[in-house]
């Protein structure tokens, strides 16, 4: 094929002999208009034709292979879309590339829900990513440093190394299924779904079900397990309407100062927006030295969370330093840096003793709140305005007879906790235009200043996508 010079070369000679009929005329430069196109908008497009799982012609291996030889850039990515008549699993035989270029991939949808599987072949059973080692199976996609790669429509499951391995990228995700990925150990281990160090992650609308984190400190030292669902490393995250349900985290190093894996999500250094979503019956991981929070943990790092539910998640056992096997709450535990709470459900979750404890700080971890949560037993003194401590689970959202969380799914894929009937969560939170940010997160105020402004208006619906009233409810759910 020519290349974009000689091609365009081509046109200018076609117009010109083409003249002297006009009709003629505007056929050829329609003709002309139709193959030059993608050259002159700059975006490639490649084509996955096949669910093979190998290198062969029309397979997604091979279109990560063209794409990462095309020219591109962070504005014009090239896009690898998939059959519209194609379904299915494109299980895989090998390893996908890893992504060298600024690429976009786009899914197909049925009724909400992606059509698209990508499977690494990791046996669930043989959870070895646990252990320290790499589990049977194949890595799906890593993003090197520097691209921009945007994922939609998309299921990845059962990764030997994250669904998701963003190495210092800035990374879109949308519309998402993470299932049985795990984490690859390491002596900070490995997320099981999204791991992102140096690089910004955005997710949006986008469900995290049993994934499991990498281990921590794989050599016998300090180290941190990996999040189940999330983890990001000296970097920045925004993460809106979605929700991480039964996830694990990775067993923690035997060093001191060893901290197991969160179950849902883990910042170790960076700044993460979590709004509108759910974080329910995660676990966290164990570990010789201390376990881990199952919903959230905070080695460093500022956090917001907005309109929230984290509910009935269990803290994993940990069998010393510091406070022993209490060390890490069931809900949200910060161990350094800043957490801001507004408009949150966060209540129902068990540490490894299983004691009621929704938030914990160390001495060096704050926890602040611009008010509007309904919050459960906390280890830390909270003040905020119309803050409501102490709460009973089973009077707030939808339980089971056993008294844990109940799911249900109104449309496509994504889970969601209602409120019973009668929940003193309803028409009781604040306008997201109450929510200043800045007074949240000082500190780090312009990213957080920034996100809302790009995201905010997503907050205005709930995330099933119902409409907020001026008299919100609390939580992720009105």
């Not at 002297?20 to 430069?29: A, D, E």
């Not at 899914?107 to 669930?124: A, E, K, R």
């Not at 030292?221 to 999330?230: E, L």
């Amino acid at each position: 094929m020519a290349d974009p010079i000689e091609r365009k070369s081509g046109v200018i000679i076609l117009i010109y002999v083409s003249m002297k009929n006009s009709c003629f005329f505007r056929f050829s430069l329609f003709l002309c208009f139709c193959w030059f196109a993608p050259t002159l908008s700059g975006f490639a497009q490649i084509v996955v034709s096949t669910l093979a799982g190998n290198d062969a012609n029309g397979s997604l291996i091979a279109a990560i292979k063209a794409a990462n030889a095309q020219k591109a850039d962070a504005g014009k990515p090239v896009t690898i879309s998939f059959a519209k008549n194609l379904s299915g699993e494109i299980v895989l035989s090998m390893d996908l590339p890893a992504i060298e270029n600024h690429i976009s991939f786009a899914g197909n949808l049925s009724n909400g829900n992606p059509t698209i599987t990508i499977n690494g072949s990791v046996d669930p059973s043989v959870n070895n990513g646990i252990m320290g080692g790499i589990s049977p199976g194949f890595s799906l996609f890593v993003v090197k440093q520097g691209r921009t790669v945007a994922f939609e429509n998309l299921h990845l499951t059962k990764s030997n190394k994250s669904g998701i391995y963003n190495d210092g990228g800035t990374v879109t995700v949308k519309n998402c299924l993470f299932t049985y990925n795990v984490g690859i150990g390491s002596e900070q281990g490995a997320a099981g779904a999204i791991h992102s160090e140096n690089g910004l992650i955005t997710v949006i609308g986008s469900y995290f079900f049993y994934n499991t984190g990498g281990v921590g400190g794989t050599d016998g030292g300090v180290g941190y397990g990996g999040a189940g669902g999330i983890t990001i490393v000296k970097g920045n995250a925004v993460v809106i309407n979605s929700s991480f349900i039964e996830n694990e985290g990775g067993f923690g190093g035997v060093g001191v100062g060893s901290v197991a894996g969160a179950g849902a999500i883990m910042v170790q250094d960076g700044n993460f927006s979590l709004s509108n979503s759910t974080v329910a019956g995660n676990f966290g991981g164990g570990s010789i030295v201390t376990g881990a929070s199952g919903g959230i943990v905070i080695i460093k790092g500022n956090m917001l969370i907005a309109q929230s539910t984290i509910v009935d998640n269990q803290g994993g056992a940990g069998l010393g330093g510091f406070d022993g096997i209490s060390f890490c709450s069931g809900g949200i535990h910060v161990l350094s840096g800043k957490l801001s709470i507004s408009g949150n459900i966060i209540a129902g979750n068990l540490n490894g003793e299983d004691e009621a404890t929704d938030i914990e700080a160390q001495q060096s971890g704050e926890v602040h709140s611009t008010g509007n949560n309904l919050l459960g037993k906390a280890k830390v003194q909270i003040e905020g305005k119309a803050d409501v401590n102490n709460i009973v689970l089973s009077n707030i959202i939808a339980t089971t007879s056993e008294g844990t969380y109940k799911t249900e799914v109104l449309s496509g894929f994504l889970p969601t906790i209602s409120l019973t009937a009668n929940s003193p969560a309803k028409n009781q939170g604040a306008t997201v235009t109450h929510f200043n940010p800045v007074e949240s997160s000082d500190a780090n105020a312009g990213f957080f200043t920034d996100a809302w402004k790009k995201y905010g208006t997503l907050l205005q619906a709930d995330q099933n996508g119902k409409k907020r009233t001026e008299k919100p409810s609390i939580g992720s759910i009105e």
